[in-house]
Nanobody
Framework: QVQLVESGGGLVQPGGSLRLSCAAS????????MGWYRQAPGKQRELVAS???????TLADSVKGRFTISRDNGKNTVTLEMNSLKSEDTAVYLC???????????????WGQGTQVTVSS
């Protein structure tokens, strides 16, 4: 059984910084993409940032220049560094990963439980 466990998040003032971390554990043979989505009240879930096992990154236009994603393939972790936070970054942030649990199983999409990020003065 695979689990994604997130840490970080919280309340921060506009212009501040936060770091989110996510660790995948359990039966893991391979992880293709790890990343972060967010969902604000009344809005659709959107991709924030993702990174392939080879280091190719994707960032939403709204966070380019402010957020950085990094990944440790050996530890099955992904980190999102968020700087210059704005009120519109307020949302629940969810870790996401495409994982092959064993060599004989297909790829599955897994989600973390979500962590709240609130940007407010």
């Amino acid at each position: 059984q695979v689990q994604l466990v997130e840490s970080g998040g919280g309340l921060v003032q506009p212009g501040g910084s936060l770091r989110l971390s996510c660790a995948a554990s359990g039966s893991i043979f391979s992880i293709a993409v790890m990343g972060w989505y967010r969902q604000a009240p009344g809005k659709q879930r959107e991709l924030v940032a993702s990174m392939t096992s080879g280091g190719i990154t994707t960032l939403a236009d709204s966070v380019k220049g402010r957020f950085t994603i990094s990944r440790d393939n050996g530890k099955n972790t992904v980190t999102l560094e968020m700087n210059s936070l704005k009120s519109e970054d307020t949302a629940v942030y969810l870790c996401n990963a495409n994982i092959m649990p064993t060599a004989t199983m297909p790829w599955y999409v897994y989600w973390g439980q979500g962590t709240q990020v609130t940007v407010s003065s």
